[in-house]
């Protein structure tokens, strides 16, 4: 099963959205959190850089192992998240942009042999590496969402409050 049109689109462009989203805000204001409880936009950004690399490595694995089982990924676990916190936004977007790359030279670059091979998810089962590839672009999309509506009501705070 070949990688559809819709996964290769979103691949390509889905996280371009991010700077579209921010809208131009400073760093400091994407880092503040409008939920004390929940992670900022620029968390949100930074979590979306640091999976990458984790995805990649999970691509690494389904081509070289037969069904290999992944752990759910928790940012809060990750020994390099904190490290992804520390950079620049612009830093930050600059690697989504190189990581992505390598996401997709991974993917178009298998045949169907490979694609076909499946791996492990301990919540939602066995996934084709398309679906695997599906499964991170739904999760970015997630993260996408949050980004927008934390923008979104930290705008619309600012507003009220009568600051530009």
Do not use: C
Request: charged letters at 25%; a neutral charge; proline letters at 6%.
């Amino acid at each position: 099963m070949p990688l559809s049109a819709s996964v290769l689109a979103r691949l390509q462009h889905q996280h371009q959205t991010i700077t579209d989203i921010i809208g131009g805000l400073p760093e400091k204001d994407l880092r503040l959190r409008v939920n004390p409880d929940k992670w900022s936009a620029f968390e949100n950004i930074a979590h979306l850089a640091a999976y990458q690399p984790v995805f990649i490595s999970r691509l690494h694995r389904l081509k070289a192992e037969e069904t290999p089982t992944f752990d759910r990924y928790m940012a809060e676990q990750d020994p390099l998240f904190p490290t992804y916190l520390e950079r620049s936004l612009d830093q930050l977007l600059t690697d989504i942009e190189q990581q992505r790359s390598r996401i997709l030279a991974e993917l178009t670059g298998m045949n169907e042999t490979t694609l076909a091979k499946k791996g492990l998810h301990p919540k939602y089962g066995l996934f084709t590496i398309p679906q695997w590839a599906e499964f991170f672009l739904l999760h970015e999309a997630y993260h996408l969402y949050t980004i927008f509506i934390l923008v979104s009501d930290w705008r619309r705070g600012r507003a009220e409050s009568g600051k530009p």
